[in-house]
């Protein structure tokens, strides 16, 4: 007697077609991550049967290893995931693969709101990762066994509006997903890429993922994954080597970790990070287009190494992973800007990396020298960047500064301020010893008065942000406006009007004849309280831009920078410029005068780190001073 015919031909809920349009154009734009997708669904599979033989332990055989097995057909050009977890039932099937959403297809596609969170939550519900097998497949078959029945059956479905089901053949429980792949995705049929793919999504799963390979009459199978997620375990069952290889693998480096954090968060909102942040600077640090190396995991499943709104640009360089129990395991990149869950995890993650590095700079401060070396360029564009955080950041800053061999926080300087500073003096450049001799810096050493000196580009314009430290503003050495007069000497004695330079007769007509022969090349001239063994020096206008940053800019080709803007200060106890308003008066010596006025100009510029205006006319005025002896 002939077998009745048991198949059956549904029909996909309502608009299917734009679902999987959806689903494979909008949620899936890398098409590699439907093995992501398939592979985690084997994976849930085994985890529920897993926990259900607890307190059923006829679902499964003892001594049953669960796995998923992954083999090619080349001569089908398909590929083939089975497991042997939980399984599925003809009514599963239904509803798990026939009914994308639960409440109804257009219920899904009306749901989708355009708020990314939202719909990131609502994907998740709807459960849509299956889906994404036909971006690459012409057709879908399931067999599918539910542990504990008898009855095995089979789905199949070319994605075009319907599916059938039938009765079929399958020895233990668990669900065989065969993919036949489209002529244009031929790439996954080869046994090397899939392995790769593996590696790169779904390494730390826990359940093995072996690989079937045939040649000729003999089949082998290997486990391509490691079957363990390190980060799940307790921190005393792994051992520092094991921490150091994970450290290699996930930041694909060579050099051991600086610092490890290890946490589960666990409450409202659930996750596990292992983080690294490396004891060596990585070659690309300062490349604008690099981002953060964190991955994020969605219940052991790797989701995204791109998720920016993971961790902040400048703590760019950690590394490790995020593994979220919260998340919805399909949700998309796109999906995942914005995301309140996101959000969260982030300012808790960055609270630790901020916590860790305190205790650092606090009971290792040489340790923390070393990463502020690699790191603290970076770090300080969070100063610029990110008002929130902008105090903790302060207090992990750290400086170089005229009086001490080691770096220093904020709190260190204004501990040791002199009385009657009321101001937090720095001086800004590219190079850290061209700014230890700079003239500008003189009068502060002279009177024990500490100067921070920062080197890093991103210092002009942090510094602009935050104004202020502890209700102590920030002044830069070469403004106009600084007064050292108020301020007394370190060793407590108030400085005496005496040391004040002679504001002379000769010295101030010396003056009046500088800036009459530069005119507008400068915007005035001035007696300096600053120089002490210098001749003279460049400083800003009241008000203008820092002299290093109109530099900056002028050679990014922004602004002509303000270069008549520029106050010249002259030392009237420097031997040159006592010479110079000797012969003030004399007419016969005005050309003279005059030559001398521009190249000081010059020297001052050249003391700047700037080309001088007119080298030939400079050249000239030196050889003409040279021969004069007026040096």
């Avoid at 599916?163 to 429980?173: A, K, M």
């Avoid at 803007?565 to 003030?584: F, V, Y």
């Amino acid at each position: 007697m002939a077998k009745k015919n048991t198949e059956e031909k549904l029909e996909f809920q309502a608009e299917v077609t734009k679902v999987l349009d959806l689903v494979i154009n909008s949620l899936y734009s890398n098409k590699e991550i439907f093995l992501r997708e398939l592979i985690s669904n084997a994976s849930d599979a085994c985890d529920k049967l897993r926990y259900l033989a607890l307190t059923e332990t006829k679902l499964i055989d003892p001594g049953t290893e669960l796995a998923i097995t992954l083999s090619v057909n080349k001569k089908a050009k398909s590929i083939t995931i089975s497991d042997n977890g939980i399984g599925m039932n003809h009514d599963e099937l239904i509803e798990n693969l026939g009914t994308i959403a639960k409440s109804g297809t257009t219920a899904f596609l009306e749901g989708l709101s355009g708020d990314e969170q939202k719909d990131a939550d609502l994907i998740g519900q709807f459960g849509v990762g299956f889906y994404a097998c036909f971006s690459v497949a012409d057709k879908v078959e399931v067999i599918s066994k539910r542990a504990g029945e008898k009855q095995a059956w089979l789905w199949s479905s070319e994605g075009a509006g319907s599916y059938t089901i039938t009765e079929s053949q399958r020895e233990e429980q668990g669900t065989t997903i065969t993919v036949f792949l489209s002529k244009d995705n031929k790439e996954y049929i080869e046994e090397i890429r899939i392995q790769n793919i593996v590696k790169t999504y779904s390494d730390h799963i826990s359940i093995p993922i072996q690989m079937e390979k045939t040649e000729g009459k003999e089949t082998t199978i290997d486990q391509i994954n490691s079957g363990s997620a390190i980060w799940t375990r307790g921190k005393s069952d792994i051992t520092e080597e094991q921490y150091k290889e994970f450290y290699h693998h996930v930041g694909h480096v060579f050099d051991d970790p600086w610092l490890r954090l290890h946490n589960k968060a666990e409450g409202k909102i659930e996750y596990t990070n292992l983080l690294f942040i490396p004891s060596s600077k990585p070659f690309d640090l300062m490349n604008p287009e690099r981002k953060h190396k964190v991955k994020l995991y969605v219940k052991r499943v790797f989701i995204t190494d791109d998720c920016e709104d993971l961790m902040p640009g400048y703590l760019r360089f950690v590394r490790g992973i995020v593994d979220s129990e919260d998340l919805p395991l399909n949700v998309s990149r796109e999906m995942l800007q914005h995301n309140v869950l996101v959000s969260h995890i982030k300012k808790s993650l960055m609270k630790r990396v901020f916590s860790e590095l305190k205790k650092k700079a606090t009971k290792k401060p040489d340790e923390y020298e070393t990463f502020w070396d690699n790191f603290g360029a970076v770090l300080k564009e969070g100063l610029y960047e990110d008002h929130e955080n902008r105090d903790t950041l302060l207090e992990l800053t750290r400086f170089k500064s005229t009086t001490s061999d080691k770096i220093i926080s904020l709190a260190d300087y204004i501990e040791r301020m002199n009385d009657g500073q009321t101001e937090i003096y720095y001086i800004t450049g590219d190079d850290d010893q061209i700014l230890r001799t700079s003239p500008q810096i003189e009068g502060f050493k002279a009177r024990g008065i500490e100067v921070l000196i920062l080197t890093d580009p991103v210092d002009e314009f942090w510094l602009s942000m935050v104004g202020n430290y502890n209700e102590k503003s920030f002044k830069s050495v070469t403004s106009g406006d600084v007064d050292l007069n108020a301020i007394k000497h370190s060793d407590g004695a108030k400085k005496d009007k005496k040391e004040k330079p002679a504001k002379n007769a000769l010295a101030a007509k010396l003056v009046i004849a500088f800036k009459e022969t530069l005119g507008e090349a400068v915007k005035d001239v001035r007696i300096s309280d600053r120089l002490t063994d210098s001749a003279v020096c460049l400083i800003a206008g009241e008000g203008d831009m820092d002299l290093h940053l109109a530099r900056m800019l002028k050679q990014q080709g922004h602004t002509d920078a303000q270069s008549n803007s520029r106050i010249l200060e002259i030392n009237p106890a420097h031997n040159l410029i006592k010479k110079l308003t000797t012969i003030t008066d004399d007419l016969s010596k005005k050309e003279d005068l005059d030559n001398m006025a521009h190249l000081l100009l010059d020297q001052a510029r050249i003391i700047e780190g700037e080309a001088v205006s007119d080298p030939a006319a400079f050249a000239a005025r030196l050889n003409n001073a040279l021969a004069k002896g007026f040096v």
